[in-house]
């Protein structure tokens, strides 16, 4: 069906409020909000997310006087009612924070952590001694559910910089999920996708699989279980997640996964306990940051990867003037560098409680200097390339071991991320997930919510030379990239997207079309995008391939079409961003098409 389509009915969806079909609306109900526009500019603050529920909850509380971390809250808690595939109080992310007063940039990270009971050998099938298979065994399963850091994340942001509180902030979105939003492509799409995994599950499919099929385009999701969970956080603050009988439930539910008897999927029990649960901390740390041809881009410091990888891959992009090169050109150069920076990541990046993760190397210009000599200008690398040497770089080359990493991708093309700028100045990038789209596929019974399966960013076998090894207590290795620009000390950009570990690459492809190849914010995030993570072929769209795929072959890389078994859908990334323009304005760019297209606001459009 074509979005045009899905608007009509969502239209029609929206009139019968008008004929009283639903009367248990309250009075006070703000009207659905279904209208997607990718681009929005004006004055007053502005917010950018995958979804106009999310994006309008988030402009109610910045037009009532919130500031951007309010509404970051407010847009988060909406995306997990209307993206509940993505995101949600059953998993984590990473909240990057620029505070106007202060001139500084700020960090939490809200990452799940492997439960403390869990064992080296999480993933090795017991009956076995083989690992699980990724899927459908690891993926839907007790086994891979970290201890949620999302609600901490929430309200730890507002205690540190919101004016609002949890209670206020959930408002919109408690709002929208019991009155129900309208269903469309992509949400019948994904629950079709998960159907198998979410008949598992008695909770799971009575709440996502009314009478045995996903709901259908252009109706009503109501999640009244959600709506009840959010007004007991509202009443009683995280501690109602943590401690008490939600945080049982959840361990119940990891430790015992409540599947159907006629299943045939395996569901491996998992590890997260109470106190699993009333331990949880999240991490509040710096960003990771480098000057990129003047501007300075602010990362995720791990356990993300995000800072690292981008940071490394602009500090060697740095040494070449992409804008003066002929597109191919400068995508060879970005092709290289970020198979250069995943090479690092894969050797040296992990949770820094865990292992010693040299941050300040990676991301340092003279590293970044060295590893550029690895670069050919005119051929392309075999790969996996060889992992830098950060014991011995002068920025004079050479900085390369000889030991090839192969990088290990099992992360697919989840997640959400939302841009929020207030009318203070005061910026998020904020990027959430429960990993897999549709998580472990487990629904807490009567609550409304899926629970994630982010432990399968852990590598699968235990190697003790492995930064990404799984250990109690540790966060998976992740690649989500919150980013933040600043200009001579001015916020000039909030961006960030989905898609696994094309996350990193997709953010840093939409930094060179801005910054280097000359295109506004709405053009860099709608340009095709290709991805080069170290692997012998790089994944492209097909757009990307016809335009560009004979230039770049000619340097000797290979492309292969995005899609695989988890992500059919050809496509990488969806990039949320606010552009702060020099005159002031606020420019909300959404993604135009992927995923069935992002929602821009602002609070003032511009005349
Ligand atoms: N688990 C992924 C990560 O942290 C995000 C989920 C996804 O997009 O696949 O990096």
């Not at 620029?98 to 700020?106: E, F």
């Not at 996502?208 to 959010?230: C, M, R, S, W």
């Amino acid at each position: 069906m074509q979005r045009s389509s899905v608007r009509a009915l969502a239209g029609a969806a929206i009139l019968c409020l008008g004929l009283g079909a639903f009367s248990a609306i309250p009075a006070s109900a703000e009207p659905r909000q279904t209208e997607k526009t990718p681009t929005a500019t004006g004055t007053g603050g502005a917010v950018s997310s995958v979804d106009p529920e999310a994006s309008a909850a988030g402009i109610e509380v910045l037009r009532k006087g919130g500031n951007a971390v309010d509404a970051a809250v407010a847009t988060a808690a909406a995306l997990g009612v209307t993206e509940p595939y993505s995101a949600g109080i059953g998993g984590g992310g990473y909240f990057m924070y620029y505070d106007a007063a202060t001139g500084k940039v700020n960090t939490i990270d809200g990452r799940e952590t492997a439960p403390a009971s869990t064992p080296h050998d999480a993933f090795i099938d017991p009956s076995t001694g083989e690992p699980y298979n990724f899927t459908p065994e690891l993926v839907t399963s007790g086994a891979a559910v970290g201890v949620p850091g999302t609600v901490a994340t929430w309200q730890r942001a507002l205690d540190n910089w919101g004016s609002q509180s949890l209670k206020q902030v959930l408002r919109p979105a408690t709002q929208v999920a019991s009155r129900g939003f309208v269903v469309d492509e992509t949400f019948r799409e994904q629950t079709l996708d998960n159907k198998e995994r979410f008949e598992a599950f008695a909770s799971t499919s009575d709440l996502f699989l009314p009478d045995g099929d996903a709901p259908q385009v252009g109706a009503i999701f109501k999640n009244p279980e959600l709506a009840d969970t959010y007004r007991l956080l509202a009443k009683e603050g995280p501690k109602a997640f943590y401690q008490g009988d939600l945080a049982a439930e959840i361990s119940q539910t990891v430790q015992a996964p409540p599947k159907v008897e006629d299943t045939k999927l395996p569901v491996p029990a998992g590890f997260v306990s109470t106190d699993d649960l009333a331990n949880y901390e999240v991490a509040e740390q710096k960003p990771t940051s480098v000057d990129y041809r003047g501007l300075d881009v602010f990362g995720m410091a791990p356990s993300s990867s995000g800072g690292t990888t981008m940071g490394e891959s602009l500090n060697i992009l740095g040494n070449y003037d992409l804008s003066s090169m002929e597109p191919a050109d400068a995508l060879h150069h970005y092709f290289e560098a970020t198979a250069l920076a995943y090479a690092d990541r894969g050797k040296y990046v992990g949770d820094p409680a865990f292992v010693d993760v040299p941050t300040k190397t990676l991301t340092s210009k003279l590293f970044g200097d060295d590893r550029a000599c690895a670069l050919n200008p005119e051929q392309a690398a075999t790969k996996p390339v060889a992992p830098g040497d950060i014991e011995n770089f002068d920025g004079q080359c050479p900085a390369a071991t000889t030991e090839p990493a192969v990088e290990q991708d099992t992360e697919n093309m989840s997640t959400t991320h939302l841009s929020v700028v207030d009318r203070w100045g005061n910026v998020v990038s904020y990027t959430l997930t429960i990993e897999q789209t549709g998580g472990s596929g487990m629904v807490v019974p009567g609550r409304g919510f899926l629970l994630n399966n982010e432990l399968t960013d852990f590598s699968t076998v235990y190697d003790p030379e492995d930064p990404n090894r799984i250990e109690p207590g540790k966060r998976p290795r992740s690649s989500m990239a919150p980013t933040i620009v600043l200009r001579d000390g001015e916020p000039v950009l909030a961006i960030g997207s989905p898609g696994g570990s094309t996350i990193i690459t997709t953010v840093l492809q939409t930094l060179l079309n801005r910054y280097d190849l000359g295109m506004d914010i709405s053009q860099a995030i709608a340009a095709p995008r290709a991805s080069q993570r170290n692997t012998a072929a790089v994944t492209a769209e097909p757009e990307f391939i016809t335009q560009y795929g004979s230039a770049l072959e000619a340097f000797g890389h290979k492309l292969t079409p995005a899609g695989d078994s988890f992500t059919p859908q050809a496509e990488i990334g969806a990039v949320e961003a606010v552009e702060i323009n020099a005159d002031g304005t606020l420019t909300a760019a959404a993604e135009p098409v992927r995923r069935g297209g992002g929602s821009a606001m602002v609070v003032a459009p511009a005349k």
